[in-house]
């Protein structure tokens, strides 16, 4: 499929809704949903960009660039998830209680549908998100429309917007963090922090992980061993002090890392 006729695909699955609200996170396929409803949808589109220290704030600087450049109608809100400590205690499916949190914080400010950024390939991870957004009407345009990632990124390069196109994929800063070890947001800071020095060393490698886990501080990324002594000299540097605890660099590992059998 090119990307002219994915989204001709996807216009004919925004245009059934009169009215949507996009929830926009900061990713490929948020920001590309967003420019395409906003550009050529039929019906009213706004977008929302939910803050919390589980987002990196480059993610929240590109959200707010785009929305300014091409005059998105953009709400940015807190997601409320650190209020619940369902959340925090950071069980096997927190996922669920963080889309929870953000689509009722969406429903609270709006009564337009909401839209989400899943694509086809989405379905065949474990997503416990999916389940809350079930639960409260929420849409997924590309999955109506069969369309999978590389289907979103070749849309993205149809409109020039070649720095959404070739950017990695990039779960929330609370994925790195081990199921049953408590979400704190110094962590989630350090983890930002450690992933974007590491990029400083590695530029151009699509896959870097700070992993918080019980044994300690992991790194993962991609097979190459270009770097990896000073990776861990930088990051036993930025430990020192904190009471973290280094454990190495390792290869990154595609998924859920933390889920038994994850790809």
Known sequence: MSGADAQSR???ALNRYPELVIAVSGGVDSMTLAYVAHRFSSGKVGMLHAVSPAVPAHATARVRAH????????????????????????????????????YDRIRSVTQAT???????????????????????????PFVEAEIDKA????????HGLDDLAELPAQPCLSSRVETGIAIDADDLGFID?????????????????C??????VAVEVGDSGIGRDEI????????????????????????????????
């Open 232 to 263: 861990g000299r930088l990051v036993e540097t930025l430990c020192r002090g904190t009471g973290r605890v280094f454990t190495g660099v390792r290869p990154y590992r595609r998924g859920s890392a933390f889920l038994r059998g994850a790809s």
């Open 151 to 158: 289907a979103v990124r070749d849309i993205a390069r149809l």
């Open 67 to 102: 929305a300014e450049r091409h005059g998105w109608a953009l709400t940015v809100a807190d997601a409320g998830e650190f209020e619940d400590p369902r959340y925090r205690a950071n069980p096997v499916d927190r996922c669920y209680f963080c889309k929870s949190n953000l």
């Open 114 to 140: 909401v839209a989400s950024g899943t694509n086809l390939d989405d379905l065949g991870d474990y997503r416990p998100g999916l389940k809350a957004a079930s639960q409260r009407g929420v849409v997924h």
């Open 193 to 209: 922090t450690v992933e974007r020095a590491v990029a400083d060393i590695i530029p151009g490698e699509p896959n870097i992980r």
């Open 10 to 12: 996807l216009i004919a």
């Open 211 to 216: 992993r918080i886990t019980h044994a300690g």
